[in-house]
């Protein structure tokens, strides 16, 4: 049940503040049809997939590893922004240069939505990168190239090179043991350290660094509010949680 006052206070917050940075994760595109990582149906319920995002299995076994990539980037590809991801594309379209959003999602469902200011944490579904230059190739249009049921191994899909040093391309995320993209976190620092909310939509606050974000506002005196569909990690840090569906808060949220 959605707290009327709490909503009234945050948009409150909202509607004063100077700048806005969103952090978002899994549970914004949930009602987008896009699975979570721990949630029920979370992918990382399947030991076997958790086991594929590591540099390790990509030396061991690179065709699984796409595999598994080329089926997640199709079930993306089916997915729409939902009112989450709109909400916030409208929030910059009517006030461009006062929201960063933050995301540690790879399915580039804000950009789709419209969303410009936007932060990848854990780098991009549709951006494959070369293991030598790390140059990297997008295939945000590209049509499908893999099976569409990862667990047939006679549909193994074909290795892609790189066009500058034609060595083998991997999939542009982040995987387990891996920094992240360099300049990352500090862009997103920065965009915390100029802002007066740090508004922080369906992640489970249990990833490093990326959770770290939520303690650094928080210790920077700017206002932190959780939408959620429940309690998190998060909960006695920040200053307002917000328990419901990010589809139905969010716009509420900014439409003031
Ligand atoms: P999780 O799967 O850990 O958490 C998803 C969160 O979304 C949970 O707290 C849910 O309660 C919440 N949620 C689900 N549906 C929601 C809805 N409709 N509205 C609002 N909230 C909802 O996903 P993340 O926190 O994003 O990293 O996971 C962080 C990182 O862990 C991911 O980026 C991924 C994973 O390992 C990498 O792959 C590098």
């Known amino acids: 049940m959605i707290n009327l006052a709490e909503l009234e206070t945050a948009q409150g917050w909202i509607a004063a503040a100077n700048h806005l940075t969103v952090l978002t994760g899994a549970g914004i595109s949930a009602e987008s049809g896009v ?35 080329r089926w997640r980037q199709d079930m993306v590809r089916a997915c ?9 594309a409208e929030f910059e379209h009517r006030q461009p240069g006062r929201i960063t959003v933050v995301t540690q999602n790879v399915d580039r469902l804000h950009q789709r939505a419209g969303s410009r ?16 230059c790390g140059l990297v190739h997008p295939c945000h249009d590209s049509p499908a190239t893999g099976p569409a049921d990862p667990s047939n ?55 490093m660094p990326a959770a770290s974000l939520v303690t650094f506002a928080s210790r920077s005196n700017i206002k932190c509010v959780t939408v959620n569909t429940e309690s ?4 006695g840090t920040v200053d307002l949680e917000l328990i419901g569906p990010a589809g139905l808060i969010v716009p509420a949220l900014l439409s003031v």
């Open 35 to 69: 699975p979570t990582f721990r949630g029920e149906g979370g992918l990382w319920r399947n030991q076997g997939f958790m086991e594929l995002a590591n540099a390790r299995a990509f030396q061991r076994d690179p065709q699984a590893v796409w595999a598994w990539y």
């Open 80 to 88: 729409e922004p939902n009112a989450a991801h709109i909400a916030l």
């Open 117 to 132: 200011s936007t932060i990848e944490l854990h780098g991009d579904l549709f951006a494959d990168r070369c293991i030598g």
């Open 153 to 207: 191994p006679d549909q193994d899909p074909p290795l892609l090179h790189c066009r500058a040093c034609n060595l083998v391309l991997r999939p542009g995320v982040v995987w387990f043991g891996e920094s992240l993209p360099a300049d990352a976190m500090q862009m997103a620092r920065n965009a915390i350290s100029s802002s007066d909310v740090l508004l922080v939509i369906g992640t489970s606050g249990v990833v």
């Open 232 to 235: 998190t990690n998060l909960d």
